[in-house]
């Protein structure tokens, strides 16, 4: 919270500007995704600059060329997509839990990326969102999606990886690129506001043909192996 105090005062004067901007690229008629990411881009790298956070990043190069993929990471906290953001080259939309979509900031860039809300008490609507996400990924659009369902707050452990979270990705047919987030947690949750240091890590991207043939629980059990790896070898 500390953190967060220290952003908001640094960056009072500039959080309405960022806060109109997103509103106002989200609901242009010619809505460009690129000019609205790389607009919210420049916002949260003042942001992470402003919280005293250094993100190192591994991997890039194992981003697919192209788009129309997935990104498969463990949820550690808020800050979460602000890493991904700050580090990925490429425009992603991303699933949130309905609870937080009301966020300020938050729900400001949902609508400058066209992010989707999901209830995950109601099956009927979590069907329409893997849905809609299949039918995105299909047109090109590239997405995240937390696999836990709900933030770990056991640090750099994972909880388990719910295998329906990955029905979009097996109805698409797309490149499935598994992520590891370490210390992710620390800038909002920690009571500091001393430097820190987030690392993302983007591993070997899992084409449709390995895992075609596999259910949904086997690929996320996949999944939540090969980054618990990662963090092991990065922490």
Do not use: W
């Amino acid at each position: 919270m500390k953190r967060i105090i220290m952003i908001v005062c640094k960056m009072l004067f500039l959080i309405p500007h960022y806060l109109i901007g997103m509103n106002r690229l989200g609901k242009r008629k010619d809505y460009d995704i690129n000019a609205s990411y790389e607009f919210i881009k420049g916002g949260v790298k003042r942001l992470v600059k402003a919280g005293r956070v250094t993100i190192e990043t591994v991997g890039v190069e194992n981003i697919p060329n192209e788009d129309g993929f997935i990104f498969f990471p463990n949820h550690q906290g808020m800050f979460d997509v602000f890493v991904f953001i700050h580090s990925c080259p490429r425009p992603f939309s991303f699933v949130i839990k309905k609870e937080a979509k009301d966020i300020p900031v938050v729900k400001q860039a949902m609508c400058a990326l066209k992010a989707i809300a999901i209830d995950r008490e109601d099956i009927r609507q979590s069907m329409k969102v893997i849905t809609q996400v299949t039918e995105e990924v299909k047109k090109g659009r590239n997405f995240l999606i937390f696999a836990e369902g709900t933030r770990s707050k056991l640090g750099n452990q994972l909880l388990p990886f719910k295998g329906g979270t990955f029905k979009s990705a097996m109805k698409a047919k797309c490149p499935i690129v598994p992520c590891a987030l370490i210390d992710s947690y620390k800038p909002f949750d920690e009571k500091s506001t001393k430097p820190v240091t987030v690392k993302l890590v983007y591993l070997p991207p899992i084409r449709y043909e390995e895992y075609a043939d596999m259910k949904t629980v086997e690929i996320a059990d996949m999944v939540k192996a090969r980054i618990e790896a990662a963090i092991a070898e990065y922490n």
